[in-house]
T-cell receptor, first 113, second 111 residues
Framework: DTTVKQNPRYKLARVGKPVNLICSQTMNHDTMYWYQKKPNQAPKLLLFYYDKILNREADTFEKFQSSRPNNSFCSLYIGSAGLEYSAMYLC????????????FGEGSRLIVV | QQKVQQSPESLIVPEGAMTSLNCTFSDSASQYFAWYRQHSGKAPKALMSIFSNGEKEEGRFTIHLNKASLHFSLHIRDSQPSDSALYLCAVASSGSWQLIFGSGTQLTVMP
């Protein structure tokens, strides 16, 4: 039973094409995150929204964009996919002051060919 | 930059065994330490967390933290096949409170 939903669950994209991944949560959490996970590697934080404020990690600043039109919804946008973007993308949410517990979705698996 | 490392990478134990998973971190100012569990094809789910040195027990699971040695661990008593999963440790520093994860330990509990 998960209250963080991600779409699509699987995405096949061509090199150079855009990719848009979507996440929604129903817990009224103020913070939403995007992590990238590759096999045998740690989940890597790409960016997060606290309310409407976007924070992007320095080393992924140019590669990923995001929007959060309302509290429940957050997207991750790749303007031009490269082979290195193939990974599992995990969305998570949390409520500030709740002990940092993250609630994850099941992920969107992106394969770039 | 915080570095979080886990050992071992994978572990196979028999049903009923005590399982110990390890996590080291590099930032001595870290304030929050957590374990997440991810069953195959499912979302990672928070298991346990701790703020201060010492131990915390919840059912068959115990988390132990030693900040001075930059180490914390998860112990699973009476391991069950349903415990088979990827275990991720995570650490947050007081400055950012963002969780930095390790690469995981793949646990298999054999019936």
């Amino acid at each position: 039973d998960t209250t963080v939903k991600q779409n699509p669950r699987y995405k096949l994209a061509r090199v150079g094409k855009p990719v848009n991944l979507i996440c929604s949560q129903t817990m009224n959490h103020d913070t939403m995150y995007w992590y990238q996970k590759k096999p045998n590697q740690a989940p890597k934080l790409l960016l997060f929204y606290y309310d409407k404020i976007l924070n992007r990690e320095a080393d992924t600043f140019e590669k990923f964009q995001s929007s959060r039109p309302n509290n429940s919804f957050c997207s991750l946008y790749i303007g031009s996919a490269g082979l290195e973007y193939s990974a599992m993308y995990l969305c998570a949410s949390s409520r500030r002051g709740s002990g940092n517990t993250l609630y994850f979705g099941e992920g969107s698996r992106l394969i770039v060919v | 930059q915080q570095k979080v490392q886990q050992s071992p990478e994978s572990l196979i134990v028999p049903e009923g065994a005590m399982t110990s998973l390890n996590c080291t971190f590099s930032d001595s100012a870290s304030q929050y330490f957590a374990w997440y569990r991810q069953h195959s094809g499912k979302a990672p789910k928070a298991l346990m967390s701790i703020f201060s040195n010492g131990e915390k027990e919840e059912g068959r699971f115990t988390i132990h933290l030693n900040k001075a040695s930059l180490h914390f661990s998860l112990h699973i008593r009476d391991s069950q096949p349903s415990d088979s999963a990827l275990y991720l440790c995570a650490v947050a520093s007081s400055g950012s409170w963002q969780l930095i994860f390790g690469s995981g330990t793949q646990l298999t509990v054999m019936p």
